[in-house]
Nanobody, 127 residues
Framework: QVRLVESGGGLVQAGGSLRLSCAAS????????MAWFRQAPGKERTFVAS???????????RYADSVKGRFTITRDNAKNTMYLQMNSLKPEDTAVYFC?????????????????WGQGTQVTVSS
């Protein structure tokens, strides 16, 4: 059974930082592209960042324009874990953050292609 478990969310002031983690089990983590999405109340789930499979010409990251230069996505295949370092947080970053796994080499931006999802972790940025 595949499980993706997010952690690291919380309440932070604007300008602060958080690091989210996504621990994966039940799948061969190193063969999946991974991504973070977020969903604010009353809004659709949107792409935040993705990272491809290392060593397969897909080992690069993509970011939504709204988070470029502030967020960094990484993965540790030895630990079956993905991370999202979030710096310079803004109130508009407030959302539930979800991790997702896609059996693909390249990390994609379309949420519909992702095979597995975590339950989400709440990030709240106060002004």
């Amino acid at each position: 059974q595949v499980r993706l478990v997010e952690s690291g969310g919380g309440l932070v002031q604007a300008g602060g930082s958080l690091r989210l983690s996504c621990a994966a089990s039940g799948l061969t983590f190193s063969t999946y592209a991974m991504a973070w999405f977020r969903q604010a109340p009353g809004k659709e789930r949107t792409f935040v960042a993705s990272i491809g499979v290392p060593g397969k010409n897909g080992d690069y990251s993509r970011y939504a324009d709204s988070v470029k230069g502030r967020f960094t996505i990484t993965r540790d295949n030895a630990k079956n874990t993905m991370y999202l370092q979030m710096n310079s947080l803004k109130p508009e970053d407030t959302a539930v953050y979800f991790c997702a796994a896609d059996f693909n080499i390249v990390g994609r931006t379309d949420r519909l292609v992702y095979d597995y999802w975590g339950q989400g972790t709440q990030v709240t940025v106060s002004s």
